[in-house]
T-cell receptor, first 115, second 111 residues
Framework: DVKVTQSSRYLVKRTGEKVFLECVQD?????MFWYRQDPGLGLRLIYFSYDVKMKEKGDIPEGYSVSREKKERFSLILESASTNQTSMYLC??????????????FGQGTRLTVV | EDQVTQSPEALRLQEGESSSLNCSYT??????LFWYRQDPGKGPEFLFT???AGEEKEKERLKATLTKKESFLHITAPKPEDSATYLC????????????FGAGTRLFVKA
């Protein structure tokens, strides 16, 4: 089974702190994604990566950056946490489009609270 | 603009009361339509992929169907353990990598 593991289930950080969310997948997937999920807004794409050291902005990249130094690991960075970044963060991975079975596999989520 | 709309927002059923969830989409060209189940406080779990109009897939009490404009998730004789949020998502064949998610339907099944 595909496994996507996020480093923390729950995090509480202070405004202005630099926050790192880590994600590791074990299925050799090319694509990795970071979403945030808020009530009534659904999943919104922050950043995605289709290869090592490659990244693309999603729909809401402001205030975030990412790093992908190894194929299996994709990190989300909040440069200076703000209260409006309190949310559920979900990491996902998938095979490259053009292949069958391009569904995304998600981690368990990180509930981040910024105080 | 590519868009996914799910209805209803919430659905309350009695155990055994069959029903359907709707996912309407507009996309320039459909590569695939996905259904996920999400339990509270957890990440979405993949259920089905549908690739072309007329395609159907089944898993236990769930059956997903696809037309050119919408998909339905039919739930037959639901049980309380089917209570969850069901998410629909589409991937376009425009050469990009993005998947667009709907806001979901929250399903409550009462014993």
């Amino acid at each position: 089974d595909v496994k996507v593991t996020q480093s923390s289930r729950y995090l509480v950080k202070r405004t202005g702190e630099k926050v790192f969310l880590e994600c590791v997948q074990d299925m050799d997937h090319e694509n990795m994604f970071w979403y945030r999920q808020d009530p009534g807004l659904g999943l919104r794409l922050i950043y995605f990566s289709y290869d090592v050291k490659m990244k693309e902005k999603g729909d809401i990249p402001e205030g975030y950056s990412v790093s992908r130094e190894k194929k299996e690991r994709f990190s989300l960075i909040l440069e200076s946490a703000s209260t409006n970044q309190t949310s559920m963060y979900l990491c996902a991975s998938s095979l490259r489009p053009g292949e069958q079975n391009t569904e995304a596999f998600f981690g368990q989520g990180t509930r981040l609270t910024v105080v | 603009e590519d868009q996914v709309t799910q209805s209803p927002e919430a659905l309350r059923l009695q155990e055994g009361e069959s029903s359907s969830l709707n996912c309407s989409y507009t996309v320039s060209g459909l590569r695939g339509l996905f259904w996920y189940r999400q339990d509270p406080g957890k990440g979405p779990e993949f259920l089905f992929t549908l690739y072309s109009a007329g395609e159907e897939k089944e898993k236990e009490r769930l059956k997903a169907t696809l037309t050119k404009k919408e998909s339905f998730l039919h739930i037959t004789a639901p049980k309380p353990e089917d209570s969850a949020t069901y998410l629909c998502a589409v991937q376009a064949d425009t050469g990009g990598f993005k998947t667009i998610f709907g806001a979901g339907t929250r399903l409550f099944v009462k014993a």
